[in-house]
């Protein structure tokens, strides 16, 4: 449900969040308050969650495992193509990927398990 509001001389659109919708895909990226989001994400509450439509406009649902954001490959990193998860540039050794085929414009990633 949407409610609009009016501050300081200003309509304002605001989102009533709705309950959790069982069924569903997430849609990746999302856009959520000021942000785009390329995986399920967790703000304040105990399980991470995702958006059924590319702007939340309140229909989410919990993330389960095949939900979670996949690594694209082949994907582009600083000079060089990586077919697969790659430790460079990672400070802690761990394996990750890119979750765009450019990780050197979208800088968005992730750990590999």
């Known amino acids: ?13 605001t989102i009533t969040h709705l309950p959790e919708v069982k069924e569903g895909k997430c849609f990746f990226p999302f856009h959520y308050r000021d942000g785009i989001f390329y995986d399920c994400v967790q703000f304040k509450v105990k399980h991470k969650w995702c ?5 939340y406009e309140g229909y989410w649902k919990y993330c389960s495992e095949e939900d ?5 490959f082949p994907f582009w990193y600083r000079h060089l193509i ?14 990750w990927c890119s979750l765009t085929q450019n990780y050197n414009k979208d800088k968005v990633w992730k750990y590999c398990d």
């Open 1 to 13: 449900m949407e409610s609009t509001v009016k501050a300081k001389g200003k309509i304002r659109k």
């Open 51 to 55: 958006s059924l439509n590319e702007t």
């Open 68 to 72: 979670f954001a996949k690594c694209v």
């Open 82 to 95: 990586y077919w697969e998860c790659t430790k460079d540039g990672d400070s802690f050794g761990k394996a």
